[in-house]
């Protein structure tokens, strides 16, 4: 059982983790997250991204995804296929931006710089507006 909950965390079904599948997010989703907000203070809907991404990111055996967006949906009440529109750029964090993201300041230039263009990826599989993070340093 760990196995299989392990190979869909590592890779939950390419269509729900690519901008493939855009308008994953409904008007309620969007409304969570606008309540949220952006920034990058405790509370924010970046935040709690990124809480998310440290929370399912190991050393050893890497990004768990499908565990990011369990956490996503509980801590912001988003659903589940709205959720997997941010693993795109936790996912691209966790194994290209690991200096710089989870070892630096998560909303550092550095990171933000480094995920950005997955950023872009998941606001087009959201279909809404999503909050953005600010630089805190």
């Excluded at 550095?110 to 993070?133: F, H, M, R, W, Y």
């Amino acid at each position: 059982a760990a196995d299989s909950l392990r190979g869909l965390g590592s890779a939950v079904p390419s269509n729900t983790t690519r901008s493939s599948t855009p308008g994953a997010c409904t008007s309620a989703d969007e409304a969570k997250m606008t309540e949220l907000g952006s920034g990058n203070a405790d509370g924010t809907f970046p935040k709690i991204l990124s809480n998310c991404g440290k929370r399912n990111y190991n050393i050893f055996s890497g990004f768990n995804a499908h565990n990011f967006v369990d956490c996503v949906k509980e801590n912001t009440g988003v659903t589940f296929d709205c959720g997997a529109c941010f693993v795109a750029p936790a996912r691209y964090g966790a194994n290209n931006c690991k200096w710089s993201c989870l070892w630096g300041s998560w909303c550092g230039k550095g990171c933000l710089d480094c995920i950005g263009n997955k950023n872009e990826e998941s606001q087009q599989c959201a279909g809404v507006k999503v909050p953005t993070a600010t630089v805190c340093r």
